[in-house]
């Protein structure tokens, strides 16, 4: 066994190593946990908030009241705490307790189910906002313009103001999804067998606990860092659709003069 | 949003229809027929009782100083703007309000004035494309989406009018990789596609560099000399002189004189108009 042994500092490097490029399917499974409730969580909660953003913008003032006081009301609390109210508080009150529920060849564990609708309920709200912001973002003159060719309100925000608002929604989004991908370590709490639990399982068990949380951190990180890659992909393409191009960075450009209009080469 | 008030048909004793007979000529015959507009925002009222008639194919220019109430009279043809008082109507039918069970009038639904803004066309001091829509797909969104026609169908119309206006070159390029004229010319060509009765410029050329203004003006020229029935608010006095039926001259919320071009720029009648052209001649 390979270790630095120095007065009070141990490093087990061959756990280390073996952890982080031969994990165990313990491990896997946790990682993968961990991915798929986050997007799971991230794509219902968009879902969620656009009708949020949309109920914020109503003509009617119960339904903007109704949309609000749940922004402030799942932004106003702890992600942790929400999580423990619903998995373990409703179950103790006797309201409902989240049991294994078997679709098809899968079973979902409770614990997940709470996790997943925490999750959802608590990001929609940041999600709502985000997505305000974003429709607010948009010309006004968009709405007006595609009304004047007969659309009604609700037609043209469909094929014309949101499509728009999707450019203003993905840096946010993305941001926000990156904190997803980390706060699922929340739902160790509750029992959810992913990254961050798994990981503290097996620092109890071997007592290598730098070298396992260190691990994890190293999955986590790469789990964001794949993220940022594939949200700058999407963030390019939909520049292209606007006729907007990114131009490399060079050292001596201008950071304020980072893009330029695509030249469509057809002459004035 | 309430119903304009006073002026209904009971109060006045009179049939709803023959309220616009006030105007002279009957709102059948023209294409415009604005029949004492009021309007206010908040506590300032901004058309004080505004009458006035588009014959079909007529080129009526509205000039006048800012906050005259111009705009506001434009943008309440095809209901952008609600009515406080009197009656608007395009081709005989009144704009963005329907008569209820008991006479009284009330506010259109939502689809119902969609559909009238699909035969009035409007052309956008800020040409408004949609941004992340080619130029043909600006064009052919209207006609494919409130017209329901097939995509080539729509793409063919698109490219036709595209060509009429000069940018058949550019169909595929993006608002943003446009200049201001070029941009306008877009919004003018997707206002075309819907194939409107009457089209509405609101101070189309304002936004211009001075040397694409005219490009702009062309086609409207153009469109004017097919018979087009076209509404203008515009600084643009050569091409009110040039193109236009009748010139109306608007301040502080109401008609000031109205009249053919030559009579109005070299006689004008009333002293604002006088002190107005002065300022802008």
Same mark, same amino acid.
């Given at each position: 066994?390979?270790?630095?042994?120095?007065?009070?500092?141990?490093?087990d490097?061959?756990f280390?190593?073996?952890?982080?490029?031969?994990?165990?399917?313990a491990?896997?499974?946790?990682?993968?946990?961990?991915?798929?409730?986050?997007?799971?969580?991230?794509?219902?909660?968009?879902?969620?908030?656009?009708?949020?953003?949309?109920?914020?913008? $109503?003509?009617?003032?119960?339904?903007?009241?109704?949309?609000?006081?749940?922004?402030?009301i799942?932004?106003?609390?702890?992600?942790?705490?929400?999580?423990?109210l619903?998995?373990?508080?409703?179950a103790?009150?006797?309201?409902?307790?989240? $049991?294994?529920?078997?679709?098809?060849?899968v079973?979902i564990?409770?614990?997940?189910? !709470?996790?997943?609708f925490?999750?959802?309920?608590?990001?929609?709200?940041?999600?709502?906002?985000?997505?305000?912001?974003?429709?607010?973002?948009?010309?006004?003159?968009?709405?007006? !313009? @595609?009304?004047?060719?007969?659309?009604?309100?609700?037609?043209?925000?469909?094929?014309?103001?949101?499509p728009?608002?999707?450019?203003?929604?993905?840096p946010?989004?993305?941001?926000?999804?990156?904190?997803m991908?980390?706060?699922?370590?929340?739902?160790?709490?509750?029992g959810?067998?992913?990254?961050f639990?798994?990981?503290?399982?097996? $620092?109890s068990v071997?007592?290598?606990?730098f070298e396992?949380?260190?691990?994890?951190?190293?999955?986590?990180? @790469?789990?964001?860092?794949?993220?940022?890659?594939?949200?700058?992909?999407?963030?390019?393409?939909?520049?292209?659709?606007?006729?907007?191009?990114?131009?490399?960075?060079?050292?001596s450009?201008?950071?304020?003069r980072?893009?330029?209009?695509?030249?469509?080469?057809?002459?004035? | 949003m309430?119903?304009?008030?006073?002026?209904?048909?009971s109060?006045?004793g009179?049939r709803a229809?023959?309220l616009?007979?006030?105007?002279?000529?009957?709102?059948?015959?023209?294409?415009?027929?604005?029949?004492?507009?009021?309007?206010?925002?908040?506590?300032?009222?901004?058309?004080?009782?505004?009458s006035?008639?588009?014959?079909?194919g007529?080129?009526?220019?509205?000039?006048?100083?800012?906050? $005259?109430?111009?705009?506001?009279?434009?943008?309440?043809?095809?209901?952008?703007?609600?009515?406080?008082?009197?009656?608007?109507y395009?081709?005989?039918?009144?704009?963005?309000?329907?008569?209820?069970g008991?006479g009284?009038?009330?506010?259109?639904r939502?689809?119902a004035? !969609?559909?009238?803004?699909?035969?009035?066309?409007?052309?956008?001091q800020?040409f408004?494309?949609?941004?992340n829509?080619?130029?043909?797909e600006?064009?052919?969104?209207?006609?494919? /989406?409130?017209r329901?026609?097939?995509?080539?169908?729509?793409?063919?119309v698109?490219?036709?009018?595209?060509?009429?206006?000069g940018?058949?070159?550019?169909?595929?390029?993006?608002?943003?990789?446009?200049?201001?004229?070029?941009k306008?010319?877009? @919004?003018?060509?997707?206002?075309l596609?819907?194939?409107p /009765?009457?089209?509405?410029?609101?101070?189309?050329?304002?936004?211009?560099?001075?040397?694409?203004?005219?490009?702009v003006?062309?086609?409207m020229r153009?469109?004017?000399?097919?018979g087009?029935?076209?509404?203008?608010?515009s600084?643009?006095?050569?091409f009110?002189r040039?193109?236009?039926?009748?010139?109306?001259?608007m301040?502080?919320?109401?008609?000031?004189?109205h009249?053919?071009p030559?009579?109005?720029?070299?006689r004008?009648?009333?002293?604002?108009?006088?002190?107005?052209?002065?300022k802008?001649?």
């Amino acid at each position: 066994m390979a270790m630095i042994a120095t007065v009070g500092l141990h490093f087990d490097s061959h756990f280390f190593w073996t952890s982080l490029l031969h994990p165990s399917s313990a491990f896997l499974q946790g990682l993968w946990a961990t991915v798929y409730l986050s997007v799971v969580a991230q794509f219902l909660a968009t879902v969620l908030g656009l009708v949020i953003a949309l109920a914020r913008r $109503s003509k009617l003032s119960p339904v903007r009241a109704l949309a609000w006081g749940y922004t402030w009301i799942m932004r106003g609390t702890p992600l942790l705490v929400q999580l423990a109210l619903v998995y373990f508080g409703l179950a103790a009150a006797g309201i409902y307790r989240f $049991s294994n529920l078997t679709v098809g060849p899968v079973t979902i564990p409770g614990e997940v189910q !709470a996790a997943i609708f925490t999750f959802t309920l608590n990001e929609a709200a940041y999600m709502g906002e985000i997505i305000r912001a974003a429709l607010g973002a948009v010309d006004p003159g968009q709405l007006e !313009a @595609a009304m004047s060719t007969g659309m009604t309100p609700a037609r043209a925000m469909q094929l014309v103001v949101v499509p728009q608002a999707v450019r203003f929604v993905i840096p946010p989004l993305g941001n926000d999804f990156n904190a997803m991908m980390k706060n699922t370590s929340l739902a160790s709490i509750i029992g959810v067998q992913e990254l961050f639990l798994v990981s503290e399982q097996v $620092s109890s068990v071997t007592f290598n606990t730098f070298e396992i949380y260190l691990v994890a951190s190293l999955y986590y990180l @790469a789990l964001t860092t794949v993220w940022s890659v594939i949200q700058a992909v999407i963030e390019r393409r939909i520049d292209r659709k606007w006729g907007i191009e990114r131009t490399r960075w060079r050292r001596s450009a201008s950071w304020s003069r980072r893009w330029s209009v695509i030249d469509a080469g057809l002459g004035t | 949003m309430s119903a304009p008030g006073a002026l209904t048909a009971s109060s006045a004793g009179v049939r709803a229809d023959a309220l616009s007979e006030i105007g002279g000529g009957t709102s059948q015959d023209m294409a415009v027929s604005a029949v004492d507009v009021h309007k206010r925002f908040g506590r300032v009222e901004v058309l004080k009782g505004v009458s006035v008639d588009v014959a079909r194919g007529e080129v009526v220019v509205l000039i006048g100083p800012s906050g $005259s109430g111009k705009t506001t009279l434009l943008r309440c043809i095809n209901h952008f703007e609600t009515v406080d008082q009197g009656r608007i109507y395009v081709d005989g039918r009144l704009i963005g309000y329907r008569t209820d069970g008991r006479g009284r009038l009330v506010e259109e639904r939502a689809k119902a004035i !969609a559909l009238q803004r699909a035969e009035i066309g409007f052309v956008f001091q800020h040409f408004n494309l949609y941004p992340n829509k080619s130029v043909l797909e600006n064009v052919t969104l209207g006609p494919r /989406k409130v017209r329901k026609m097939s995509r080539d169908e729509a793409d063919e119309v698109g490219r036709t009018l595209l060509t009429r206006v000069g940018l058949d070159a550019k169909v595929d390029a993006y608002p943003v990789q446009l200049s201001g004229g070029q941009k306008q010319r877009v @919004a003018i060509a997707r206002a075309l596609a819907m194939q409107p /009765k009457l089209i509405l410029f609101d101070e189309p050329t304002s936004a211009l560099d001075p040397e694409m203004i005219g490009e702009v003006l062309e086609v409207m020229r153009d469109l004017a000399s097919e018979g087009m029935t076209m509404v203008v608010v515009s600084h643009e006095m050569g091409f009110a002189r040039e193109v236009a039926d009748r010139v109306v001259m608007m301040d502080d919320g109401m008609i000031v004189e109205h009249g053919r071009p030559a009579e109005l720029f070299d006689r004008p009648g009333h002293e604002r108009t006088r002190a107005f052209l002065a300022k802008i001649l």
